[in-house]
């Protein structure tokens, strides 16, 4: 997931810096940071193949890891939804009427700072809670009350429709975000756009059907609230549950249903690797400087200095580059699969094989995410609570807070990186194991298992790889 | 008869009514309203010259029939009311010396039409009037684009020629009232009166931006008639004869509609980017500490910084032609001025034109706080004065016009000769330039510039010269003690695993630089001071100019101390910010031994801090602890190097208001200043405003909240050091000036 923090200014690092600024040096040579995270994962995958039990069944958690939901957060499941549904409106109202400067209007910094960033993480810590807190689906259930037929939808969900609603409108999503002119009335109008279309697929498949194939933003916290340590659960007296799991096993329990979730698992990746290649400053210089000389005389003079004939064309090809992102790595990941088919001589379809190692793509999802923008959560993410003491920006202090913590939290650009290298690290370490348990389940023995992962670990390779030098592009201060 | 009593009225004095009238600039200030029947006694006005009108409220009253000036339902203006307070107020507003705009109560100018006058919403220079002094209380208003306001007995305004109409017709009074609506304008959120100096034989306290450009602008005079900066890159104006409104209007016409033609976009790395181009008074998405391509040096600004403690301003006159021939393709200004002396000139007179709306709005000529100074004991006078001196300087990449050209085989052609070189200097010298660079970003036949971009400005000296960078090796330098400026910059495109083997050299020296093909690692100009810069260096330091080493190839720096150092005394020369191409720690001592300064960019209260530190390091290794110890910093305003960010949440907060000069961190030579209270910079009519702690250095008011910044971060030393940089800076230039 790319998020639209470019819109605030506020992309990690480069937004702190300049074309002139200086570089960050890390203290080693970044070769070194390479080596070493290459270096693990293989340990790693020679470790897990040799280590790992061989479990065909995953074995769930035992019942006395369930514990009781805490009442706070039951009565929050009870009244969640009003809170969910007025957070909605005020977003909705504040970009219609509020102050047109994003940093001012409480709307761009909610909707995509503390929701689309905070939420996200938080339901890798809590599982899927966004499902009991969606406004839409708490707007349609009461409307459901009022109007029964609305809920039930009146056609079946088609097969071959799968996912792609949800994948289709998220990729709208980023890019509208990317190369839109976003701004809190565009926010509103956005939102306003999507409630209708939510409304209308409700009217069309029901809510059931819906928010478990068209709601994007459902599918999403679906996805990474299956990385959770924990999972809402119905207790043996049929009372709701919380059940303690290990980090990241939510993602063996369950398997990816149809190609199109494939897909959206893809553009998550894709996505945020894409946006944080086109911040590179090689991936810059390449087109507009053209040092290479390959577009000057395809445009007749050196990009840079006819950017403004040449920005619309520009943006054309960076949204086609989006487009295509999630098939490339589609593409990548079939070829790799098919790999390990045939080192493993397996003979589960190639589609089997999609769709069996697709969750364990999604701890790198939440790593990339994480690196890319958790400095955002705290430079911007905690201009919330001045922001609700003045939603639209008009200079009121609801609360007394209009002046606090207006001070972005500016962590250390060396443990930026260290921070982003650690995880990255980790993040392609626990996707190997997961593949590695995936391919356990479905293998005959340990070695053939571990043979027709080696391509996946190829894979997973080429990922750290990239990501790093991605991460690393971008790190300038001044 | 008639007029002579109007003329005899005006001319009785009534003191106190003046001050009242005009005094504190008079924003929004006025007087009681005293019907002026004509001829019945009553106050009379003190104004005696047409400066005295400024930003006073005040009903105008015709000779011709002695009524005062109302506005129709339709705008019309139309001298038909019996008293001053029936009459329409205005407050007259400088638009520059001896110019006004007559705002009224509705916001709308007085306008020049083609034959009538108008009171319109609409901000243009017929809405600008020539005031003369008749005689002591009676003016003549003429427009600026059109005729002379004459009035008829009917009461009706038109614009005749002056020799035609009668001297009657043409004659006006102002009568003072107090209830005019303020004319739009940037606060300045400092409450009371800022510290003049405590003598002509002590030190100035005070502190100095080095390197800043207030000359760049969308336009480069008051009458719109010169063009824009840069080829219209940056968009706004330090000042707008028609007010704030018109100065940071919108910047789209520049910019283009979302900014999407904004230069910035690329200067970021962000060629996607869009921007709301509103300006005042919402400032949605600029000024801001990284956007460089909006203006940031609005003249209201800088008052604000001069209130807290600015003193020394050296303002460059700036240019770099391969930039400034993009920016005319991105803003659409294709016939824009890219010369780069041609421009730096135009910006330096450009700011005497500022002096004078300063003037303008303080009361006339000589009366304003901000001062073009040509030596360094006008410096003192004017900081002792308790007033801003400014330096003037230039910065461009072909100093003297001395670019060069780069033929395939690397010939060169160069563009300037000796005797060239010194017709610039006299010139510059006449128009009161004193602080000079003679290297800056590109190649020229000076010598090399300083590399600290590898890639953009690579292709900008390709553009300019026609050939990259040749490059070489830095030389070796103590990198355990601290730098300016560690030297090189990486290349773009560098190809990895090539380096400084002979066959790679081979190579490389065959492209002889019109391929940008480098080794990797850091790179350092291998063009340095060549015989015509020897020739422009030693010129300069005849003629007593401040030479600045920054911009010079790092190899260039050690000829640029060279050459000093054989003059006896050694010729003082100053960094003013971050020492681009490199500036390490042998040649910092070397600089403050030979009796220089150093300043860094302005960096937040933390960066103040920290540099402090380094200079003291070299102080002690040079051996000059015992001169003053002034830190300033080269802010860089307007130009390219952006401003600083917030000192992040774990520093302890700017609280506004905040005081200067009272309390914990400001020394005893303090003591005897008024303390000054800052106020968080906010905007009325939007609500906009500006928090140091959230958002930095956005524009250049808070330059002054920064003091706070230098305050909590470090106490008296720092800010001791700080308000000592103008002091130093002028001990340095009396070293050059006083040969």
Not at chain 2, 11 to 37: M, W, Y
Request: charged content about 15%.
């Amino acid at each position: 997931m790319t998020l639209g923090l470019s819109i605030l200014g506020l992309l990690p690092l480069p937004a702190w810096a300049h074309s002139f600024a200086r570089a960050y040096t890390p203290p080693m040579p970044y070769e070194l940071y390479l080596y070493g995270a290459v270096a693990t994962l293989v340990v790693s995958f020679f470790l897990v193949a040799i280590f790992a039990s061989w479990a065909p069944e995953v074995r769930r958690a035992p019942r006395s890891l369930l514990i009781s939901q805490p009442h706070l957060w039951a009565r929050m499941d009870g009244r969640g939804g009003l809170v969910s549904v007025g957070l909605l409106l005020l977003c909705i109202v504040s970009g219609l009427i509020g102050n047109p400067d994003p940093f001012r209007n409480f709307n761009m910094t909610f909707f995509w700072v503390v929701f689309l960033l905070g939420c996200i993480y938080l339901a890798a810590l809590l599982g899927d809670y966004y499902q009991r807190l969606n406004p839409w689906w708490w707007m349609t259930r009461a409307w459901g009350r009022v109007w029964p037929g609305l809920v039930r939808g009146h056609y079946t969900w088609p097969r071959w429709l799968g996912y792609w609603p949800a994948t289709v409108l998220y990729i709208l999503l980023i890019a509208w975000e990317l190369f839109g002119h976003v701004r809190p009335m565009q926010v509103s109008l956005v939102l306003l756009g999507y409630s209708a279309l939510t409304f209308i697929g409700v009217g069309l498949f029901g809510a059931v059907n819906w928010f478990r194939y068209g709601d994007m933003l459902g599918v999403f916290f679906r996805l990474i609230g299956l990385m959770a340590p924990l999972s809402r659960e119905q207790g043996v007296d049929g009372r709701r549950c919380w059940r303690l799991r290990w980090p990241f096993s939510g993602l063996l329990e369950r398997r990816a249903e149809h190609v199109s979730e494939v897909v959206f698992i893809l553009f998550l990746l894709s996505a945020t690797a894409f946006d944080g290649l086109r911040d590179t400053r090689p991936w810059f210089l390449f087109f507009w400087e053209d040092p290479y000389a390959i577009f000057t005389p395809l445009f007749g003079d050196n990009p840079l200095r006819i950017y403004p004939q040449l920005r619309d064309w520009y943006i054309n090809f960076e949204a086609v580059c989006l487009l295509l992102s999630p098939f490339v790595y589609l593409l990548i990941y079939l070829l790799f699969l098919q790999l390990g088919r045939s080192f493993e001589g397996s003979r589960r379809s190639l589609h089997a094989w999609m769709l069996d190692y697709a969750y364990s793509l999604l701890p790198i999802v939440l790593v990339y995410h994480v690196t890319h923008y958790f400095t955002v959560l705290l430079s911007q993410g905690l201009k919330i609570f001045s922001l609700m003491s003045d939603p639209l920006g008009r200079g009121w202090d609801l609360f007394g807070t209009a002046l606090t913590m207006r001070a972005p939290i500016l962590p250390d650009v060396n443990f930026v990186w260290h921070f982003q290298v650690i995880l990255i690290v980790l993040g392609h370490v626990v996707s190997v194991y997961l593949a590695h348990r995936v391919a356990l389940q479905h293998s005959p023995n340990r070695l053939k298992a571990a043979s027709g992962q080696l391509p996946m670990l190829g894979l997973m390779v080429i990922f750290t790889t990239v990501g790093l030098w991605i991460l690393a592009q971008p790190l300038v201060q001044r | 008869m008639r007029m002579i009593r109007f003329i005899a009225l005006g001319a009785i004095c009534v003191p106190g009514l003046f001050l009242l009238g005009c005094g504190e600039g008079g924003r929004n200030v006025g007087l009681d309203a005293r019907d002026q029947t004509w001829g019945v006694g009553g106050a009379a006005l003190q104004q005696v010259s047409e400066f005295d009108l400024a930003n006073g409220c005040y009903a105008m009253q015709s000779a011709a029939n002695e009524a005062f000036a109302n506005i129709a339902a339709d705008g019309a203006v139309l001298f038909d009311a019996p008293t001053a307070t029936d009459g329409e107020s205005f407050h007259l507003r400088p638009a520059g010396l001896g110019e006004y705009l007559l705002h009224d109560r509705a916001g709308r100018l007085m306008t020049a039409e083609e034959n009538s006058v108008r009171a319109t919403s609409a901000r243009t220079r017929s809405a600008i009037w020539s005031v003369d002094a008749l005689d002591q209380g009676v003016f003549s208003l003429a427009s600026v684009v059109s005729a002379a306001l004459t009035v008829n007995a009917q009461g009706q305004a038109s614009l005749q020629s002056e020799n035609t109409a009668s001297r009657a017709l043409q004659s006006f009074r102002f009568v003072p009232k107090v209830d005019c609506k303020a004319f739009p304008e940037m606060p300045i959120a400092i409450r009371g009166d800022t510290f003049k100096g405590k003598g002509l034989n002590k030190p100035v306290l005070g502190w100095a931006d080095t390197h800043t450009h207030m000359g760049m602008s969308h336009e480069m005079s008051a009458d719109g008639s010169v063009g824009p900066s840069a080829g219209g890159v940056l968009y706004g104006q330090i000042f707008n004869p028609l007010g704030v409104e018109v100065a940071l209007e919108d910047c789209q016409e520049f910019h283009g509609p979302n900014g999407i033609r904004d230069a910035n976009n690329i200067l970021e790395a962000n060629p996607t980017g869009t921007h709301d181009t509103q300006g005042w008074p919402s400032f949605v998405d600029w000024p801001a500490r990284n956007f460089l391509t909006h203006q940031v040096m609005y003249y209201r600004w800088v008052e604000r910084a001069y209130k807290a403690g600015l003193r020394l301003m050296v303002n460059h006159g700036t240019n770099i032609a391969g930039l400034c021939k993009v920016g005319q393709l991105y803003s659409l200004h294709p016939t824009a001025d890219c010369d780069d002396m041609s421009v730096a000139v135009k910006q330096v007179e450009y700011l005497y034109e500022m002096q004078d709306y300063i003037d303008a709005q303080e009361g006339g000529p000589g009366k304003g706080w901000y001062r073009i100074v040509k030596s360094p004991q006008e410096a003192r006078e004017v900081i002792n004065d308790g007033k801003l001196a400014v330096v003037l300087g230039v910065e461009v990449a072909q100093i003297f016009s001395c670019g060069i050209t780069i033929l395939p085989g690397g010939i060169e052609v160069r563009k300037c000769d000796e005797a060239q070189i010194d017709a610039e200097i006299q010139r510059l010298w006449d128009l009161g330039v004193r602080h000079v660079y003679p290297f800056h970003d590109i190649n020229s036949s000076l010598g090399g510039a300083g590399i600290f971009s590898g890639d953009v400005m690579n292709l900008l000296n390709f553009l300019d010269t026609g050939a990259f960078w040749e490059t070489t090796e830095c030389r070796d330098f103590p990198e355990d003690e601290p730098s300016v400026r560690t030297p090189g910059a990486e290349m773009v495109p560098a190809v990895p695993g090539i380096g400084g083997d002979p066959l790679t050299s081979t190579v490389l020296a065959a492209t002889g630089g019109v391929l940008p093909v480098y080794p990797t690692g850091l790179r350092c100009n291998a063009r340095t001071v060549t015989d015509l810069g020897d020739y422009a260096l030693r010129a300069l330091m005849a003629n007593r100019l401040v030479i600045d080493i920054d911009h010079a190839a790092y190899h260039s720096k050690d000829i640029m101390l060279d050459i000093a150092e054989e003059q006896d005394p050694p010729y003082p020369m100053a960094s003013s910010h971050d020492a681009h191409g490199g500036l390490t720690s042998d040649q910092a001592v070397r600089m403050l031994r030979d009796g220089g300064v150093i300043y860094p960019y302005r960096g937040n209260g933390i960066k103040h801090t920290e540099f402090l530190q380094k200079l003291k390091f070299w102080r002690a290794k040079a051996g000059v602890e015992d001169t003053i110890l002034g830190l300033g910093y080269g802010a860089d305003a307007n130009g390219f190097g952006g401003h600083p960010g917030p000192r992040g949440a774990g520093s302890k907060p700017v609280v506004y208001p905040f005081t200067l000069f009272r309390g914990e961190g400001w020394g005893p030579q303090f003591a005897d200043f008024e303390p000054m209270q800052v106020d968080l910079l906010t905007i009325e009519e939007s609500g906009k405003y500006w928090h140091i702690d959230e958002v930095g250095m956005a524009n250049y008011g808070l330059v002054a909240d920064g003091v706070e910044e230098i305050r909590l971060e470090g106490g008296e030393e720092a800010l001791t050091a700080l308000y000592n940089s103008a002091e130093a800076y002028i001990q340095m230039w009396e070293r050059v000036y006083n040969r």
